[in-house]
């Protein structure tokens, strides 16, 4: 009924660039979207969100090297990612803000894509 198909995710050396993808396959209408990311052995951390009309919020840590976007007609979330660190080495996963019932919104997620940053 609802599912988040992330791509786009791999190896890439330091300074590299990434665009990872998420496609929402859903009946519902979609709110917001976001991206989060999960290095080993710490906690799932926000990285962009994007909201329906195109407003976004960025992660300090990615600020200034990462622009989220999205192609409503399609349910596509966009995230490229430039000059990446080391750092940025985790799993990436996309969400999207699901209006399932008339007041109801429910979070559905991805299910992550690696992208690891070699020096």
């Known amino acids: 009924q609802v599912q988040l198909v992330e791509s786009g995710g791999g190896l890439v050396q330091a300074g590299g660039s990434l665009r990872l993808s998420c496609a929402a396959s859903t009946i519902f209408s979609i709110n917001a979207m976001g991206w989060y990311r999960q290095a080993p052995g710490k906690q799932r951390e926000l990285v962009a969100t994007?909201?329906?009309?195109?407003?976004?919020n960025y992660a300090d840590s990615v600020k200034g090297r990462t622009t989220a976007s999205r192609d409503n007609a399609k349910n596509t979330v966009y995230l490229q990612m430039n000059d990446l660190k080391p750092e940025d080495t985790a799993v990436y996963y996309c969400n999207a803000d699901l209006r399932v019932s008339a007041g109801g919104i429910r979070r559905y997620w991805g299910q992550g894509t690696q992208v690891t940053v070699s020096s």
């Open positions: 994007i909201a329906s009309a195109g407003s976004t």
